[in-house]
């Protein structure tokens, strides 16, 4: 059985073979007998041989499918690692730091919550850093600014309007 | 005044707390619940629960006369208002009283007097305490920009403005900009009227890296006072808290007498009862400063319960009943060992601590000597947008600070929460700063070092870890080829359900060997 596993953008090739009910795992070249027992619906105790075959070391990995954004959260130990099978994408904290300086900007809601307030009108110039829509959730409110300078050409809630995450907010192009 | 049954005006964790202390005093308990806490945990412990309405606060936790109506229809001889909702509005202690209820803790007006942050300062002035500077009364909700400048540019940037019915670190910006003045007071308003239905704001100087150090009190009502050893709340994020501990590494043995000394002559001027804490700013050259007093329970009251012994709960209580307080005074300011508490919200620390609510997939608390964990939440329970994203304090206790922080670590390390992101990665890191460890911090440490690390994961995983997590997902699909399915669409299903195929002729083929 041979995947294909993304973390943290970088691809690892994992092949399973299964012997004598254990399983000899490699990965990115690394050949490793492994014994894996499933001890609730997600929490995995691990018993995996050093190379040498002389150490057994053990870990606790939970695994939590995200179906909603097409990965594992897993933890190995207490250290979390957000897993993609089979080079599925994973976006969302990446698409955030790529985001243009120039041209059309969307403001979109990063969680679910209430717009308290819009603080522009169609037609109006912004400058970059300006807020634009204030969102509560959690009891806190969060500002919502501008990437860089434009010109506001859509408002597509209202005030007291409850949203999801992700949805469109505001268009400045 | 005998109290036989209580009930709870509250939620999460802090309900949970409640009913736990009335359940080891033998007296009933009464739950009041939203509806998306149908099934939370405090529902559940309750002997009785009773319905209050709709999600949104001001449709349930907040309504005075929903909850007195459950407790007069459950037969309640007490209310306990827990932390945060109504528990510092005096329209509700005092509709509990009017109702012929106690209410456990102050009493309307104590509650009414310094949930007034303005009042209270003068009330501690009065006491011969030094005050932070700023304004002595509320902003005029009428001011012009121009007034706000002025009153602003005599008190001195950098500033905070704070809601005059703040806490929690709700309804407070700072402002370092005299441009961000209006924008800030703008939004400290609208905060503090959502939370606290009083937009009032005042502004008040922001001291130079100080420390946050406050002294939790319970006073009879025969006239003792009872100050307790000093709690160190100076790591913070964004104005609240998110690790407390006692004793203070900054506060020596005299300032110790100092501050318990002040904060009982507070309590004293205002003829408080019951619990409370008085809190003060620590600046650079060790001189204190009253900020505030809130009358309640406060979150962070169960580490000095660890090094004092002492369940403040339950004295809540007996307070209320009219006890005496019996404490041995000298032996409050005498910590046994040290306490560490980290507040576990749902938020994702890697993503600008962005709230995470969402179901609680898997749960397992840390557990083991020295440790408590004081929770609300299990597994496959919801954390609600709606309300504050805490879901568990965990309490650390050793014989002295090293050893606390070793064991904080070692609870971390057993610390599972699937499901939904918690700052659990933010502790791990934050516990392993040589400046956290050596004691050298103030409140805006935690912001200032975040800011710096520039959105970097705090807990990056090691290769060999992610090694270990790529072959225990690839194990997972094979072994139970349902979870692959549950990630997936379309073709990629398709290609998961051709590759259990293969699978089973693989298992077959091994069983047949």
């Not at chain 1, 050093?50 to 207490?78: L, M, N, T």
């Not at chain 2, 099934?39 to 929903?66: F, M």
């Not at chain 2, 007093?293 to 403040?312: F, Y």
Request: proline share 5%; with cysteine; hydrophobic share 45%.
């Amino acid at each position: 059985m041979r995947f294909e596993v993304e973390i943290g953008g970088r691809v690892r090739q994992v092949n399973l073979q299964r012997a004598n009910g254990r399983f000899t795992a490699t990965v990115d070249g690394r050949e490793r007998r492994v014994d894996a027992v499933r001890v609730d619906a997600h929490i995995w105790s691990l018993l995996v041989e050093h190379e040498s075959g002389r150490s057994i070391f053990s870990y606790e990995v939970s695994i939590i499918p995200e179906p909603a954004a097409d990965r594992f959260a897993a933890h190995v130990g207490p250290v979390p690692v957000t897993v993609c099978l089979d080079g599925r994408r994973r976006w969302g904290r990446k698409a955030q730091s790529g985001q243009p300086t120039v041209g059309p900007q969307r403001v979109v809601a990063p969680m679910s919550g209430k717009v308290v307030r819009i603080l522009v009108q169609i037609g109006e110039a912004v400058h970059a850093r300006q807020p634009i829509v204030v969102i509560e959730a959690m009891k806190m409110e969060n500002e919502l600014r501008a990437t860089h300078d434009g010109t506001v050409a859509e408002i597509r809630v209202r005030d007291g309007q409850s949203v999801d995450a992700g949805a469109l907010l505001v268009v400045m192009v | 005044m005998a109290i036989d049954k209580v009930l709870v005006a509250n939620r999460g964790e802090i309900a949970v707390r409640v009913i736990r202390a009335c359940r080891e005093m033998d007296l009933s308990t009464v739950a009041v619940y939203s509806e998306c806490d149908r099934a939370a945990l405090h529902v559940r412990y309750a002997d009785e629960a009773y319905a209050i309405g709709p999600n949104a606060p001001q449709d349930s936790y907040l309504r005075i006369d929903r909850i007195v109506d459950a407790a007069l229809r459950a037969g309640a001889d007490a209310v306990h208002p827990g932390y945060g909702f109504l528990a510092e509005n005096e329209n509700f202690a005092a509709a509990v009283v009017d109702a012929g209820l106690t209410f456990i803790g102050p009493t309307p007006r104590a509650v009414a007097l310094m949930g007034s942050k303005t009042a209270a300062r003068a009330a501690a002035a009065r006491a011969g305490l030094a005050v932070v500077p700023g304004t002595e009364t509320a902003l005029a909700a009428a001011a012009s920009g121009a007034e706000m400048a002025h009153v602003a540019a005599s008190i001195g940037y950098p500033l905070l403005v704070k809601a005059v019915a703040g806490g929690g670190g709700k309804g407070m910006r700072t402002v370092n900009d005299p441009a961000d003045l209006a924008g800030a007071v703008r939004a400290a308003r609208s905060e503090a009227g959502t939370a606290f239905g009083d937009p009032a704001v005042y502004l008040e100087r922001r001291l130079t890296r100080p420390r946050h150090i406050e002294v939790q009190l319970l006073a009879d009502e025969h006239g003792t006072v009872v100050p307790f050893v000093e709690r160190e709340c100076s790591i913070q994020r964004r104005h609240q808290k998110v690790v407390e501990e006692t004793p203070s590494g900054a506060v020596p043995a005299a300032l110790r007498q100092k501050l318990a000394a002040q904060a009982a002559s507070v309590a004293r001027e205002v003829g408080y009862t019951n619990a409370g804490t008085v809190e003060f700013l620590l600046d650079e050259d060790g001189r204190s400063y009253f900020l505030e007093m809130n009358t309640r329970l406060q979150v962070e009251h169960a580490i000095t319960e660890m090094v004092t012994g002492v369940d403040l709960v339950r004295w809540q209580i007996r307070i209320a009943r009219g006890e005496r307080l019996d404490l041995d005074a000298g032996r409050m300011l005498s910590p046994a060992g040290h306490a560490i508490e980290c507040r576990i919200y749902a938020e994702d620390p890697d993503n600008g601590f962005q709230p995470s609510p969402g179901t609680i997939d898997q749960l397992r608390a840390a557990s083991g000597p020295g440790i408590r964990d004081d929770s609300g939440a299990t597994a496959g329970l919801d954390v609600p947008i709606f309300y504050d994203p805490l879901i568990s304090k965990l309490i650390a206790w050793a014989e002295d600070r090293p050893l606390a922080m070793a064991r904080m670590r070692r609870a971390l390390r057993e610390y599972r929460v699937g499901g939904i992101k918690t700052t659990l990665p933010l502790f791990t890191w934050l516990l392993a700063q040589p400046d956290f460890l050596a004691g050298r911090f103030h409140t805006s440490y935690l912001d200032e070092v975040v800011a710096g690390r520039e959105g970097r994961p705090f807990v990056e995983p090691p290769a060999a870890l992610e090694e270990i997590a790529a072959m225990s997902v690839a194990l997972q699909t094979v072994l139970t080829p349902a979870a692959a399915r549950d990630v997936g669409l379309g073709t990629r299903r398709w290609k998961a359900q051709a590759r259990t195929e293969s699978l089973r002729g693989e298992i077959m083929g091994s069983r047949g060997a």
